[in-house]
C-alpha cells in the first residue's frame, strides 16, 4: 500500500487515485499484473516459451532460423538481445532484497550474479571520491572510529555487495515459461511483493493540505530488473542467450550488428500484404533490398541499421562490458 499514513482520507483518496492511474496508464499496469503474473494466465498453460513483442519496436535483420529451435537445442532458459544500467532513483532497494533472498536461501553465485554487482576497482585512486568503494568499511566498534566519527551504511549495500544498476532490457526477451513458473522463481517474486516495493517504492503520496495528498510522484520498480536479478540469483550464465545477431530498436535505445562477410543469402522481393499502397510496398521493398555492407566479425544477416541512434553496445550506459566480464565473450557460452 502506498505511503499515506497520517489520515484515513489521505489514505482512500491515494488508493483511489492510484486505481485510477493503473486503469489510464498501461507502464504501471503492466510491470506488476501482466509480467509479473503472465505465465499463469490459463491461455498460456500449453506453451512452453514465450517471446515478448512491443508495439512501436523495430527489427532491423533477417530472422533465419527459428529462436526457440536454437534455445532448445542449447539448453537456454533465458534470451536478450540488449543489456542496459537501470535508473537509481527507480529501483532504491530492489537490491538488498533480493540479495537477501539469495542469502535466506543459502544460494551460491553460478557465475551470472556478478553481472549485476559492481566489481571494485584494482586502484581506488582513480576512483571518484564520492564513490562508496572509497569509504572506510562498515564497522559498529566505538574503538576503530575517530571523534565524531560515524560508521558509513551504504543504503543500498546488501552482504558487501552493491548494485550497479545492470539488468536485461525485458523489452525483447524470449524465456522459458516453466522458469517463471518454478518454486524458485515465485518465491523469488513473492519475497520481492512482500517487500512493499512495488508499490512504496513506485509511488509516494505526500501530504499536503493545500495541494493534496498526492503531490510528488515517484518512479517504479520496472520487470526488467527483476528479470534480470532473478536469472542472476537462479541461473547460470550458460542458462543464457545472448542474441547478438538480432538487430532491434524501442525508443531511443538500439542494437543493429554489421552483416557477417561471405554469409549473406540471397533476398526473395517481398511486398508486405499489410502494406496496401502499391508504391509504399515498393518502397519498404527496396529499403530492405539494400542491407548495410559487411564488416569483419558482424554477426548480422542483411541487416539495415537506424543512423539516428548509437549502438546500445558502445553507448554510456550499456552493460555489455558487464555481460562480457561473466561470459568470457561476446558470445554466449
Known sequence: MPLCMEEWRAITTCVDFILGMRRTFGVESQVLIVYSFFYKHELLQKYDWYWRVEPEIKYYCDITYDPFVKMIEHNKTYGFTIAVKELKETVPN??????????????????????????PEEDEDFMPETDI??????????????????????????????YNMCHFWSNFEIARLDWFRSKEYEEF??????????????VRCDIDSHIGPFTNMHAQWGDAPIHSLAAGALLGVSDIHYFRDIGYRHTTIAHCPANAPARQLDREPYLHPGTHDKKKQLEEDDYWATPDKTKENGVGCRCTCDTDVPEVEVKQGSCMIEWVHVAGGWASP
Open 189 to 202: 517474486f513473492q519475497m520481492m511483493d512482500r517487500s512493499g516495493g512495488f508499490w512504496m517504492e513506485r
Open 94 to 119: 530492489i537490491f538488498r532484497y533480493a540479495s537477501a533472498y539469495k542469502r535466506m536461501n543459502n544460494l551460491t553465485s553460478k557465475g551470472l550474479w556478478e553481472m549485476f554487482v559492481d566489481r
Open 133 to 162: 568503494r572509497k569509504k572506510p568499511p562498515y564497522t559498529l566498534d566505538p574503538a576503530k572510529l575517530e571523534p565524531g566519527q560515524h560508521p558509513f551504511i551504504d543504503p543500498e549495500a546488501m552482504e558487501g555487495e552493491a
